[in-house]
């Protein structure tokens, strides 16, 4: 019940562990990336027009919907979902500086859709950086990442510790309840992004005076109730596609793992980012993240710069995709064998939680 890839092949160019990777350099082929790293305003500013009118458009018609049928309002949601996913891709790309040239251009419109995603975008920025720094790295987890145990730290933890990383694996808890708490709660406060530096912080409580300021506008134009009614659904749900995306680009059978003596960034980006092989409407609504590999290799592609960089780029096609029937064995991988290194789910779950060893 684990999705199961192709193991991991050497990366072209030397670099098959850390220490040829310290030898050679960085890979030969990563220059070839160069090209793909410019923006095209044209282009972003049809990606915004594409997604931020259509988000706020489809609210308000599921708003207007409640006059006709709250399962109108619900099946008009599901749509202004799909567009608030292709917000937070804007503001991921902001984040990484990469969907202008000018970085204030990139850090104003971060803070918009920061605003529209319920995220404060430097205290994000900075959380999601250290994500890239560490991915893969089994001595630096914790870092913007899915709590992941290695199995002989499961088989350690207490009875109790255990049921709590169950319960956090969970798909209710992880993919519904988890996105709902941590966009509308967690994020309201500057510990949640570890945002330590005095713009970090600032960017946190500006964002919640502007979500405060749009709240009360809303419930003063149409209501506490209408407002929950429609955007509560919205925001459950684009924030467990955004969750499930984010898991499935590094929680797979054949993923990426190497304690940080033998960790290797272009083995942890090539191979523990998946290339998630999408139905183009799907790829399109998901704003390309799917091609999480070579994001990973250089985050400062934009999203629409990832298709052709993927289609052009050799070593890329050597790179084993996830397909969306494939992607839900995932949800089975739940700890890291270190001795077979992989991801692997839990075995006799009643022997695991009482204390004995399977």
């Known amino acids: 019940m684990t999705t199961s890839i192709a193991p991991l092949p050497a990366l072209p160019g030397g670099t098959a562990s850390s220490a040829s990777a310290r030898a050679t350099g960085k890979p030969p082929w990563l220059s070839e990336l160069a090209p793909f790293q410019k923006p095209r305003t044209w282009r972003s500013v049809w990606e915004i027009m594409t997604s931020i009118p259509p988000y706020i458009g489809f609210w308000y018609l599921a708003y207007r919907a409640l006059e006709v049928s709250y399962w109108l309002t619900l099946a008009l949601g599901v749509v202004s979902a799909l567009f608030a996913v292709r917000v937070f891709v804007i503001f991921h790309d902001c984040g990484h500086g990469s969907f202008f040239k000018s970085m204030r251009a990139n850090d104003i419109l971060g803070t918009i859709t920061g605003v529209l995603s319920y995220t404060p975008y430097y205290a994000w920025r900075h959380s999601h950086a250290r994500h890239h720094a560490t991915s893969g790295d089994l001595d630096r987890r914790g870092f913007g990442d899915v709590w992941t145990m290695t199995e002989e730290e499961y088989r350690a933890k207490s009875w109790s510790q255990r049921i709590l990383y169950r319960l956090y694996r969970n798909p209710l808890v992880i993919f519904v ?38 709240v009360l506008g809303l419930s003063f134009t149409v209501g506490v109730g209408a407002m929950l009614a429609v955007t509560l659904p919205i925001t459950v749900l684009s924030g467990g596609i955004g969750v499930w995306l984010f898991y499935v680009q590094h929680q797979y059978e054949n993923t990426y793992w190497e304690r940080h003596e033998n960790w290797d960034y272009f083995q942890a980006a090539l191979y523990g980012s998946s290339f998630y092989k999408l139905p183009k409407v799907l790829q399109w609504f998901s704003g390309n993240i799917g091609f999480h590999h070579i994001h990973h290799l250089n985050p400062r592609i934009p999203n629409y710069n990832l298709e052709p960089c993927h289609q052009t780029i050799p070593v890329f096609q050597e790179v084993p995709p996830l397909t969306l029937r494939e992607s839900v064995k995932s949800l089975h991988v739940r700890l890291y064998d270190e001795d077979r290194g992989r991801m692997v789910g839990f075995h006799n779950p009643l022997d695991q939680v009482s204390g004995t060893a399977s």
């Open 177 to 214: 309840a988890g996105p709902a708490f941590a966009f509308l709660v967690l994020s309201r406060f500057p510990f949640a992004d570890c945002a330590g530096k005095p713009r970090e912080e600032r960017s946190v409580w500006v964002t919640n005076f502007s979500l405060l300021v749009i």
